[in-house]
């Protein structure tokens, strides 16, 4: 199983390319029990999301 160090650079990484099978489950199943990294992965698509809206408007 993912330490959350691990799982958060796995999340930050699925930002700019596709995981693998098998890191994609890893962090599934670590994020079902972990409600830090959950909300880590809440904040990454916030910033994502407002850093394209705010691209958007330039």
């Known amino acids: 199983m993912l330490k959350c160090k691990e799982a958060c650079v796995l999340l930050s990484q699925s930002q700019d390319r ?21 909300r880590y992965r809440k904040q990454l698509k916030f910033i994502r ?9 330039e």
């Not at 994020?31 to 990294?37: E, T, V």
């Open 49 to 57: 999301k407002n850093i394209k809206n705010w691209q958007e408007r």
């Open 18 to 38: 596709t995981l693998t099978p098998r890191e994609r489950l890893s962090v599934w199943v670590h994020l079902a029990i972990c409600p830090h990294c959950r």
